[in-house]
Protein backbone atom coordinates (compact mmCIF):
# COMPACT_ATOMS: atom_id res chain seq x y z
CA UNK A 1 0.00 0.00 0.00
CA UNK A 2 1.39 3.39 -0.95
CA UNK A 3 0.51 6.90 0.33
CA UNK A 4 1.20 10.09 -0.01
CA UNK A 5 0.73 13.09 2.55
CA UNK A 6 1.01 16.86 1.28
CA UNK A 7 2.08 19.89 3.35
CA UNK A 8 2.03 23.40 3.57
CA UNK A 9 -1.02 24.88 1.78
CA UNK A 10 -2.94 27.89 3.48
CA UNK A 11 -3.73 31.28 2.99
CA UNK A 12 -1.70 33.76 1.79
CA UNK A 13 -2.23 37.77 -0.17
CA UNK A 14 -1.65 38.20 -3.58
CA UNK A 15 2.33 38.36 -4.71
CA UNK A 16 3.24 36.47 -1.59
CA UNK A 17 4.88 32.56 -1.84
CA UNK A 18 4.10 29.25 -0.56
CA UNK A 19 5.72 26.02 -0.63
CA UNK A 20 3.55 22.61 -0.36
CA UNK A 21 5.82 19.22 -0.11
CA UNK A 22 4.31 15.64 -0.63
CA UNK A 23 5.98 12.55 0.54
CA UNK A 24 5.30 9.33 -0.68
CA UNK A 25 5.52 6.33 1.96
CA UNK A 26 5.08 2.90 2.07
CA UNK A 27 5.32 -0.42 -0.09
CA UNK A 28 7.92 1.16 -2.97
CA UNK A 29 10.03 -0.06 -5.55
CA UNK A 30 10.25 2.84 -7.62
CA UNK A 31 8.79 6.18 -8.31
CA UNK A 32 8.77 7.93 -11.67
CA UNK A 33 6.81 10.72 -12.21
CA UNK A 34 5.47 13.16 -9.65
CA UNK A 35 3.68 15.98 -9.59
CA UNK A 36 0.80 18.67 -8.80
CA UNK A 37 -2.62 19.31 -9.33
CA UNK A 38 -5.00 21.71 -8.35
CA UNK A 39 -8.99 21.83 -8.33
CA UNK A 40 -10.85 25.22 -7.67
CA UNK A 41 -14.45 25.18 -7.13
CA UNK A 42 -16.83 24.59 -9.82
CA UNK A 43 -14.02 23.44 -12.28
CA UNK A 44 -12.08 20.53 -13.13
CA UNK A 45 -9.33 19.08 -11.98
CA UNK A 46 -5.83 20.41 -13.75
CA UNK A 47 -2.05 19.94 -14.29
CA UNK A 48 -0.24 22.13 -12.32
CA UNK A 49 3.27 20.91 -12.82
CA UNK A 50 5.45 17.45 -13.32
CA UNK A 51 8.45 16.18 -12.90
CA UNK A 52 10.49 12.48 -13.73
CA UNK A 53 13.11 11.10 -12.10
CA UNK A 54 15.76 12.57 -13.70
CA UNK A 55 14.33 15.96 -13.43
CA UNK A 56 12.53 16.79 -16.76
CA UNK A 57 9.34 19.27 -16.16
CA UNK A 58 6.41 20.54 -17.33
CA UNK A 59 4.40 23.19 -16.33
CA UNK A 60 0.89 24.28 -17.00
CA UNK A 61 1.38 27.85 -19.15
CA UNK A 62 -0.58 29.99 -16.31
CA UNK A 63 1.92 29.59 -13.42
CA UNK A 64 5.11 29.13 -15.92
CA UNK A 65 8.12 31.82 -14.70
CA UNK A 66 6.09 31.44 -10.82
CA UNK A 67 5.72 27.82 -9.72
CA UNK A 68 8.95 25.38 -9.40
CA UNK A 69 9.09 21.47 -8.55
CA UNK A 70 11.58 19.76 -7.58
CA UNK A 71 12.09 16.01 -5.92
CA UNK A 72 14.44 13.95 -3.79
CA UNK A 73 14.55 10.74 -5.87
CA UNK A 74 16.01 8.90 -2.41
CA UNK A 75 13.06 10.38 0.08
CA UNK A 76 10.54 9.89 -2.21
CA UNK A 77 9.64 13.60 -1.92
CA UNK A 78 8.09 16.29 -3.93
CA UNK A 79 7.72 19.96 -3.78
CA UNK A 80 6.44 23.26 -5.32
CA UNK A 81 7.40 26.38 -4.66
CA UNK A 82 4.72 29.17 -5.65
CA UNK A 83 5.96 32.47 -5.80
CA UNK A 84 4.02 35.72 -7.14
CA UNK A 85 0.41 34.00 -6.56
CA UNK A 86 -3.01 35.29 -7.41
CA UNK A 87 -6.16 34.96 -6.31
CA UNK A 88 -6.86 32.66 -9.06
CA UNK A 89 -4.52 30.36 -8.07
CA UNK A 90 -6.78 29.18 -5.21
CA UNK A 91 -7.68 25.81 -5.23
CA UNK A 92 -7.35 22.50 -3.40
CA UNK A 93 -3.92 20.97 -4.44
CA UNK A 94 -3.04 17.83 -5.21
CA UNK A 95 0.68 15.64 -5.19
CA UNK A 96 0.30 12.31 -7.81
CA UNK A 97 3.31 9.98 -8.46
CA UNK A 98 3.29 7.21 -10.26
CA UNK A 99 4.65 4.17 -8.29
CA UNK A 100 5.78 0.83 -9.18
CA UNK A 101 5.28 -1.20 -5.32
CA UNK A 102 7.45 -4.05 -4.23
CA UNK A 103 6.82 -7.20 -6.05
CA UNK A 104 4.95 -5.66 -8.75
CA UNK A 105 5.47 -6.89 -12.10
CA UNK A 106 2.73 -4.80 -13.95
CA UNK A 107 3.17 -0.87 -14.88
CA UNK A 108 2.87 1.98 -12.87
CA UNK A 109 0.41 2.54 -10.69
CA UNK A 110 -0.74 6.09 -10.21
CA UNK A 111 -1.27 7.18 -6.51
CA UNK A 112 -2.85 10.70 -4.83
CA UNK A 113 -2.32 12.81 -1.87
CA UNK A 114 -5.61 13.70 -0.12
CA UNK A 115 -5.40 17.61 -0.97
CA UNK A 116 -4.20 20.86 0.88
CA UNK A 117 -5.71 24.31 0.47
CA UNK A 118 -4.21 27.02 -1.22
CA UNK A 119 -6.11 30.47 -0.70
CA UNK A 120 -4.93 33.61 -2.31
CA UNK A 121 -6.73 36.57 -1.17
CA UNK A 122 -6.41 39.58 -3.22
Known amino acids: QVQLVESGGGLVQAGGSLRLSCAAS????????MGWYRQAPGKQRELVATITSRGSTNYADSVKGRFTVSRDNAKNTVALQMSSLKPEDTAVYYC????????????????WGQGTQVTVSS
Open 26 to 33: GNIFSTQQ
Open 96 to 111: TAEIVPKGWYGGPVTA
